[in-house]
């Protein structure tokens, strides 16, 4: 009898809070499949799963919009920094919150926007270093960072990992 391992990722969130729960792997294992009636074919894609769609690969779709924060203090991500995303309305008058979020444990935040294009013009991630460093014990000279950056292709996928110390910060347009 073979067996067949499977494997997902799942993400959770709560109202944009971070999860209660680490992560994990979930792992179903199938010893046997009696699907009587059911051709080979059905029965091999059930076993594997759906297809993906042409050109997609196996990534999920996933946000236009990807943010990664490395606390390199401590050299690892940091993992629970709030931030809020904002695009500029009104003609340039008015920041309007998209969402509000916090990073994952691998110092992430999937899910900034809905997949698909995103609608060009002015955004703004602001992220509360100060409330960070606050729950570390640690005293900081930034009490947030605010990166604004334009989007005039609206078919590209965007990048913003930030770099952080207690004292310091860099950013840039990553891939």
Known sequence: MEN????????????????????????????????????????????RGPEPEAGRGMEPVSSPLTTHVLDTASGLPAQGLCLRLSRLEDHGQQWMELRKSYTDSDGRCPGL?????MKAGTYKLSFDTEGYWR????????????????ITNETHRFHVPLLLSP?????YRGS
């Not at 926007?113 to 294009?117: C, N």
């Open 113 to 117: 926007l809905p997949p698909g294009p």
């Open 4 to 47: 067949h391992t499977f494997s997902a990722v799942v993400i959770a969130m709560d109202n944009g809070q971070p999860p209660a729960t680490g992560t994990g792997t979930l792992v179903l294992t199938f010893s046997h499949i009696d699907c009587p009636g059911v051709d080979s074919k059905c029965l091999s894609i059930c076993q």
């Open 135 to 150: 729950k570390r014990g640690q005293e900081s000279f930034y009490p947030y960072v605010e990166v604004v950056f334009t």
């Open 167 to 171: 004292w310091s910060y860099t950013t």
